[in-house]
């Protein structure tokens, strides 16, 4: 790890705003009614409500994958199957647990940059009606991407046409909506537009942890609170979690959160692609650069700066920023990558 204490391995990895913790601090005051009947959990519907638009229901759960294993329960029975990018969180970071909760299918397809299309999607379509085959009954995609790419909203209104025509719904997953938005210069709401859930996520954005589902088609919430209980994702402690996110959706702190990060993530790139023998290999529309190094490289580097191999085969790497990587952090890591691949070439 560096100096500075901060490194390039995760969102994850940096602690929490301070204002998150005072806003938790807020919340520590008396006594309150459990499990969401108390008025942080009210304030924090209302200001996501204010975001996503009038009629959205929203649910708080602990985790992202919590986020993303209920809100696919909603609307899946164990027949159904899920059409998802390869790179999907689902696919490759929940140990199973879609599949276990919802007892259906990924339909995982291979991308190059983490994004479906309407192309992909209709290619995923097959065997409906047949009935050994699983019938999909969900597209899921993530916004953004895991390699750091960003829907645009036309791209997003078309996978959203592409859904509805097949009579599929559409998830989002949302754990870096933030750095979308902020990308795309609009709204959270915007950046999910077309979505029947969405997994809203604050954690990688500043908070302690604090995540979210929200159905901006209300109808489909109607047995949610049963599968969210069953899911134990019923938090009984419910404002420390809805103080989060009052914190960052009150006076638009999320919205720097994720700016801070995302230009993070640019400069970054903009200081790998100068060092000869680096590659940027994603483009960088959020707070994630993937890169291909010198294979040798990259241990001594990962060793002092703290992040992780994405594909050691190619020799491509994962660089995450935060809501708190300083200008000072990304130019001293730039000045590290050189040097490493300098000292492999003497
Ligand atoms: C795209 C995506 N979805 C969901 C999650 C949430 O995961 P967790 O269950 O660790 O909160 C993450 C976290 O890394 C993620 O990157």
Redesign the pocket.
Known sequence: MTSSGRGFA???ASGAHPAVIAAMQGANAGHAHAYGADRWTERARELIRGEFGPSAEVFFV???????CTALQAVMRRHNAVICPAS???NT??CGAPERFTGGKLLAVPTPDGKLTPALIEGAITHVGFEHASQPAVVSI?QS??YGTVYSRQELADIAAAARVHGLKLHI????LANAAASLQCTLGEAAAGADIV?F?A??NGAV?A?SVVFLDPELASEFKYVRKQSAQLASKMRYIAAQYIALLEDGLWRRNAESANAMARLLAERASAVPGVRVTQRVEANEVFAVLPHAAIEPLAAEFDFYTWDERAGEVRWVTSWDTTVEDVERFGAGIARACADIRD
């Open positions: 995760s969102d994850n602990f985790n992202g994958t919590g986020a993303n999907a969180h689902i970071d929940e993530t991407t895991e997953d949302g754990a870096r997994s996520g954690t990688k942890l995540e």
